[in-house]
């Protein structure tokens, strides 16, 4: 007796005092820890158990799928009051999840009705967490973009892409690296990179197969594709995938400013908070994309590359003083957005490392000139 009550004590000596590296180590370690997580989150509440994350964009991955998953009905009811989302396996600092948290809590009115998050990690709680909350039974506001696409929508969307990429992007030679739909990263194989194909993808795809009506928030939806995007050119062969185009739910193509918000107070925040740009490389285009209303000076993730930069490497390249003088600025500017024009909000996902690369081709091409 004396020796079970010593063993009980040990128990909870390693339930309270070990981390959960730690805990995870001893035989049945996970279904432990689980239970204890399970114990404390709140009753009712929906629980999510992330044993398989280990990295800062797979927390971001599953994140934003749980908020797209915690969508409204269309009976101003919702689904949970709360989440927990909690990862066993994931070693790195708090701070990441902090920086989501902090994401999420200042894009609640794009993601949805008053949705917050909050990072608790070990020892205040069993292992690192994330907790969402909505506010239960809030009437639904309007104020958030809302996903109106179909079936029909999604599918002429992806075809005109697909259209635009063969006709324009080849065709014109915007991108020297894509020279059709299924060769994308070509021109690389110098530095052993394998070319594979541009896969088109449209955000909204995802919430068609639902089969409950419900209110899905477009940057919910847009956030939740982009981490998948990241996640799948992460883990797949650039065989399989070379690029992504993300399709971005239809109400974006009308709304640009909007559509730019959300990239840059969201998606890129989201990137830099769990370290992702070391993984992929984005960029932003729109069928309405126009730097002026952008107004940046200075390059930016995502965007094209602002209109006075542009003159001055015209500037450097051109010596002819009468050429330069007969220049329209504003046709250098409408063909720098230009290069940006899609026909729908499109978010481009393309390979840090096949980025490196030709960057380091080009380099070596300008020295040989």
Not at 28 to 56: I, Q, Y
Not at 123 to 138: D, E, V
Not at 213 to 224: E, G, I, K, N, T
Not at 268 to 294: K, M
């Amino acid at each position: 007796e004396a020796g079970g009550v010593r063993f009980l004590r040990w128990q909870i000596v390693v339930n309270l005092a070990l981390p959960p590296p730690v805990r995870l180590r001893f035989p049945g370690g996970e279904s432990k820890l689980r239970a204890d997580c399970e114990a404390e989150a709140a009753p009712s509440s929906n629980f999510v158990w992330a044993g398989d994350v280990t990295k800062g964009y797979q927390i971001a991955t599953v994140l934003f799928k749980t908020i797209e998953n915690q969508q409204f009905h269309v009976k101003n009811t919702r689904i949970k009051a709360e989440t927990s989302i909690w990862f066993p396996y994931f070693s790195g600092e708090i701070e990441i999840l902090r920086e989501l948290a902090r994401v999420v809590n200042e894009n609640s009115h794009r993601l949805g009705n008053d949705v917050s998050a909050l990072a608790v990690a070990w020892p205040q709680s069993p292992c690192s967490m994330l907790r969402l909350s909505w506010k239960p039974l809030a009437p639904i506001s309007h104020e958030f973009l809302i996903v109106e696409d179909d079936i029909q929508k999604v599918e002429s969307a992806v075809a005109e892409t697909k259209q635009w990429v063969d006709k324009i992007l080849c065709k014109l030679k915007l991108c020297p690296y894509t020279i059709s739909l299924s060769r994308a990263a070509v021109g690389l194989e110098s530095a052993n990179v394998s070319p594979g194909p541009v896969r088109v993808h449209h955000c909204s795809k995802n919430i068609l197969c639902k089969g409950y009506p419900m209110f899905f928030s477009a940057a919910a939806v847009l956030s939740r594709s982009f981490w998948e995007g990241v996640t799948e050119l992460a883990s797949i062969s650039e065989e399989d995938v070379a690029t992504s185009l993300l399709i971005a739910p239809s109400v974006y193509d009308m709304d640009f400013r909007e559509f730019v918000a959300t990239c840059d107070e969201l998606i890129e925040p989201s990137l830099q908070a769990v370290g992702a740009d070391d993984i992929v490389g984005r960029a932003w285009f729109h069928p309405c994309y126009n730097s002026t209303d952008v107004g940046h000076t200075t390059i930016l993730p995502g965007h094209a590359i602002p209109t006075a930069i542009v003159q001055g490497f015209i500037h450097e390249q051109i010596k002819d003083k009468e050429r330069l003088q007969n220049l329209n600025l504003e046709d250098v500017q409408r063909g720098n957005d230009a290069v940006r024009w899609t026909p729908h909000a499109t978010i481009n996902l393309l390979r840090r490392s096949q980025l490196k690369i030709a960057k380091k081709v080009e380099s070596k091409l300008l020295n040989s000139r």
